[in-house]
């Protein structure tokens, strides 16, 4: 079960899972056929994402996340 699941660059997909860890995922040919990264399994990136309010992919592996008190971080894997 994902709290959120959201899109970055190139064909990736991010996931916060309930207990707040971040997954990755990325789609390796996006031509209609699927070859996932590490053959679909996920690559947990950290953990605590589920305190923030909204979390969002953006370019060059940067995630933009929103801190209950409305700051704005970002962090780049």
């Known amino acids: ?6 899109g970055g660059q190139d064909g ?5 899972r309930e207990d707040g860890v971040l997954e990755f995922y990325r789609d390796l040919v996006r031509d209609g ?3 996932w990264a590490n053959d679909g399994r ?7 994402w589920q305190t923030f309010k909204f979390v969002l992919g953006g370019e060059k592996g940067i995630v933009y996340a929103v801190k209950q008190d409305g700051i704005l971080e970002f962090y780049q894997d």
Do not use: M
């Open 12 to 16: 990736v997909i991010y996931a916060v």
């Open 42 to 48: 996920e690559k947990a990136i950290g953990t605590g």
């Open 1 to 6: 079960n994902f709290k959120v699941v959201f």
């Open 33 to 35: 056929t699927v070859k």
